[in-house]
């Protein structure tokens, strides 16, 4: 399994997601099954805006997935400000009130 794409999240993140683990004997359909399934566990995480999950074949009987990745931001940009609302203010001094 080969995984492109991350960033910031760690393979293991990832790899635990895939309903089929390095190893595995599926048949072509079991295959396709699981790439779908590990698509949808990828996006459901939260963590990705796209995930694509290829099984590439080496011969009839060996493959390799490979997932690819495009992570959301972990730090969501928020605008500040520092204005401060005024205070009365009395001959261009400010003036604090007291009541």
């Not at 190893?23 to 099954?33: C, N, Y």
């Not at 699981?34 to 805006?49: I, P």
């Not at 001959?91 to 007291?98: D, E, L, P, Q, V």
Request: hydrophobic share 35%.
């Amino acid at each position: 399994m080969v995984v492109t794409g991350n960033k910031v999240t760690r393979d293991r993140v990832i790899l635990r997601e895939l309903t089929a683990q390095e190893g595995d004997t599926l048949s072509a359909e079991e295959l396709q099954a699981a790439v779908v399934r590990s698509r949808e566990n990828l996006l459901n995480t939260g963590l990705f805006n796209t995930v694509v999950v290829l099984p590439v074949y080496l011969n009839p009987q060996e493959a390799f997935v490979q997932v690819e990745v495009n992570e959301r931001w972990y730090l969501w940009p928020r605008p500040s400000s520092n204005w401060r609302t005024p205070t009365s203010t009395c001959g261009g001094k400010r003036r604090i009130s007291t009541a």
